[in-house]
């Protein structure tokens, strides 16, 4: 394994981190604007390595599972956005014992020996609830065994001023006191109006035809309007209730249509053909969002370099953790003090006699 090469830097430093499961640099983008410094990152994916690569000058190492903890440089902050992936369930432990055959298992390896001050982890909303909260607490018992005070929450994008509703579980396990979520300043987002680019640049209109606006939208406790829906052969319409037929299969979210008056809905990874239909009721058109505003709507900045694949870009951030909560993250990492302890570098735990290289 090699370090990834780094360019010194002149301005102190909050503190330095490594970027595990990196994808295109959400964490990173955040926590360098409190000063923190990145000295590793780490990600599987080809394209999301030369996306990183373009942005940040350097390609993260690829397959973590070949990492070894002793080669790390000297870092304070553990950074990643794991993979949810089904932990053993012949464990009875609901620890560490339990994260064998998973990737959240090489997270455990560099904490045992490591031992950073701050471990900073996200997930999609669900795995709170993933296997009946068990993958959950696999993950929380784990962080506890090796002596981290750990804390969780679900967050939203849209109270961190994107207008964009979508929610994200942080786990943050501190060896010094506890992260206090309650700390976090929240600031609710101006509508999605706010964040488009002129319609003069865009190309992509729907013709009256090929959709239906909805006579009495709602605006729903999300902060999203759901006005419409583009207009698709259903697979049936039989036994669908009167008033209801946006509700049919080919109606699903892929082919919503939200008003620009209130939020948009969760990017999502699997949309690659940038399938992001928005309404504006004052000019009455339907348009698609550009890749350019997906990226505005999770906190990334204007300059930033985007894959040269159009649908890759649009996998990618829709598969990237909002900037704008990072960022806070990392400011309430160095205003709560939680740097300031000192750990001893051990092994600790049931790690204590594995080989790991």
Do not use: A
């Amino acid at each position: 394994m090699k370090k990834n090469d780094k360019p010194k830097k002149n301005k102190e430093v909050s503190g330095r981190f490594i970027d595990l499961f990196c994808g295109i640099g959400g964490f990173r983008l955040g926590f360098e604007k409190n000063n923190f410094e990145c000295v590793f990152s780490s990600d599987f994916n080809k394209n999301c390595q030369d996306t990183y690569l373009e942005n940040f000058g350097e390609r993260p190492f690829g397959d973590i599972t070949q990492i070894d903890p002793n080669e790390l440089p000297e870092f304070e902050v553990l950074t990643g956005g794991f993979p949810c992936q089904p932990f053993s369930i012949s464990g009875k432990k609901l620890g560490f014992e339990d994260t064998r055959g998973t990737l959240f298992f090489d997270i455990c390896r560099i904490l045992s020996i490591r031992r950073p001050k701050v471990v900073v982890l996200e997930n999609v909303q669900h795995f709170v609830k993933h296997d009946k909260g068990r993958s959950l607490k696999v993950v929380l018992t784990s962080l506890q065994e090796f002596g981290y005070n750990v804390n969780y929450r679900v967050l939203n994008l849209s109270n961190f001023g994107l207008p964009q509703s979508r929610e994200r579980v942080f786990i943050i396990g501190t060896l010094n006191g506890w992260f206090d979520f309650d700390k976090i300043k929240n600031i609710k987002s101006e509508p999605l109006e706010s964040f488009l680019d002129n319609d003069d640049e865009t190309d992509v209109f729907l013709e009256p035809n090929e959709y239906t606006i909805l006579d009495h939208p709602k605006k729903q406790p999300s902060g999203l309007i759901f006005c419409g829906y583009r207009n698709k052969n259903r697979f049936t319409t039989k036994g669908i209730r009167p008033g209801t037929d946006h509700l049919s299969r080919v109606h699903r979210q892929p082919n919503r249509i939200y008003s620009i008056k209130g939020y948009h809905p969760t990017l999502p990874s699997q949309e690659t053909s940038g399938r992001f239909f928005i309404y504006n009721p004052d000019k009455k058109y339907v348009r698609k969002l550009k890749i350019t505003e997906c990226y505005r709507l999770m906190g990334f900045p204007e300059n930033y370099i985007k894959n040269k694949s159009l649908g890759e870009s649009y996998r990618q951030i829709g598969n990237s953790v909002g900037v704008n909560i990072t960022t806070e993250i990392s400011r309430q990492i160095i205003e709560q003090g939680l740097l300031s302890y000192e750990p001893q570098r051990e092994i600790i735990g049931d790690l204590r006699n594995l080989n790991f290289v």
